[in-house]
């Protein structure tokens, strides 16, 4: 799918989906374009030298980060480095973070950054270089009660280590002004599996109220990065059968079931999973179409689109990813008969983290692995239940009441503080 398409139905997607909640909640013209209006957005420029064909050359790259808004508590949102990354997505993700913040009642607002590269192009020394180059031009939108990254998509603990090195030259050691951050410089045990065991968790409670019990149900998973691959590792840990796995150059299919993992062990040794023991190929394509119990997007945007969404054959599409289910792809979904768990919810366990160890910098006290994932799944199941019940009571379907929930509650913070 050419990227310029895909920034486009993200953004689209997301407008539908708003619109839908807006209507429902009955918020005034004002009230709208309060919500829709981001507090501010910063494009930058940076040059870096980098080596092409054998010659040193200077290539400019551009840096991104948008905060929506920030009427529930400082700006939080990720970092992504990749080839697709523009202003158009950023806003529309920041947009995101906003709204699933304020559904798990974390006070946080929604924030989105990025550089649009390829890091697997640039050498470490280069990549470090590129990352504190802009975090000095963005220090003066950081801070612990100001704005707070996290990893994304081409970013990782590491990543993170730079800005916190960075930020800290002007303002002393702040660890809480990053979050996803090595152990060794106050980040959270657990935060690295956060996103994929919540997304897991909540799997695990719709299929007992779906009476398919998790023992046995067949997964596949679209997308084998840090949030896939835990994903993955989560239910087989609870006994569910991993059908089919992917990344971006193809997938691996098993009929009677992926060793999750090998899988791991086989990406860490030769990057992809191509050629991984017991498996057969198949395309990207052609996975997100096999017959399953459950259907995991973990990748980009707008994977399942006006394009293919006929052809699934899941029971339960659960969108570990931001926005890969097109607007038009949801309804066609739904009036299949087809459940979606949507993206504000279930991986809404990367910000339940993210915020928890936001408050173990504040408090200087480290939690364990245990508390931090037991207090993570009793969050995300009490918020499941809560989305459930709206939408039993109202009768939508789950994203329908998980945006009035999350947006209403944006919506009264922002008349409260007489915005």
């Known amino acids: 799918m050419p990227v310029e398409r895909k920034h486009c139905q993200c953004q689209d997607t997301q407008g539908h989906f708003l619109q839908r909640a807006f209507d429902n909640l009955k918020l005034e013209p004002a009230q709208r374009e309060l ?18 064909q054998g010659r040193e050359v200077l290539h400019t790259f551009s840096g991104y980060r948008v905060q929506h808004n920030h009427a529930r508590g400082p700006f939080k949102g990720g970092l992504r480095f990749h080839p697709g990354v523009n202003l158009g997505e950023t806003r529309a993700l920041a947009r995101l973070m906003t709204w699933k913040s304020a559904l798990v009642d974390v006070p946080f607002g929604g924030a989105k950054g990025g550089i649009a590269l390829d890091p697997k192009t640039l050498g470490a020394d280069a990549l470090e270089v590129l990352t504190k180059r802009f975090t000095q031009k963005m ?23 730079w800005i916190l090195e960075e930020y800290s030259k002007a303002h002393g050691y702040t660890p809480g002004v990053v979050t996803g951050k090595p152990l060794e410089l106050g980040g959270s045990a657990g935060r690295l599996e956060a996103t994929g065991y919540g997304v897991a968790c909540v799997i695990r409670k719709v299929a007992s109220e ?10 596949v998973v679209q997308g084998f990065g840090n949030v896939g691959s835990h994903v993955a590792q989560s239910l087989a840990r609870m006994g569910a059968c991993i059908i089919a796995l992917s990344d971006y150059r193809g997938g691996v299919a098993a009929e009677s079931g992926i060793d999750v993992s090998a899988a791991v062990r086989h990406v860490a040794e030769a990057e992809w999973l191509e050629g991984l023991a017991g498996t057969e190929p198949i395309s990207n394509a052609e996975l997100l179409e096999l017959p399953c119990d459950f259907l995991i997007p973990a990748a980009l945007e707008a994977t399942i689109n006006c394009d293919n ?32 768990i949507p993206d504000i919810l279930a991986n809404a366990g990367g910000v339940l983290t993210s915020y928890y160890e936001w408050v173990q910098n504040l408090q200087e006290f480290p939690w364990d692995r245990e508390t931090v994932l037991h207090r993570l799944e009793q969050r995300l199941l009490r918020v499941y239940e809560q989305v459930r019940d709206l939408a039993r009571s109202h009768r939508v379907d789950l994203r329908t009441a998980a945006y009035d929930l999350a947006i209403g509650r944006v919506a009264k913070a922002i008349t409260l503080r007489g915005f």
Request: avoid cysteine; aromatic fraction near 2%; proline fraction near 10%.
């Open 309 to 340: 969404a006929s052809a699934i054959r899941a029971a339960v599409v659960v969108e570990a990813a931001n926005i890969p289910v097109t607007y038009t792809a949801d309804a066609t979904l739904r009036d299949r008969g087809i459940v979606i």
């Open 210 to 219: 779906m009476s398919r019990p998790i023992e046995g149900a067949r997964v």
């Open 139 to 161: 220090v003066p939108l950081l801070g612990v009660h100001q704005d707070i990254p996290a990893p994304d998509i081409g970013t990782n603990p590491q990543v993170m280590a």
């Open 35 to 52: 919500l829709l209006a981001p507090f501010r957005e910063t494009t930058i420029s940076i040059p870096l030298r980098v080596h092409q």
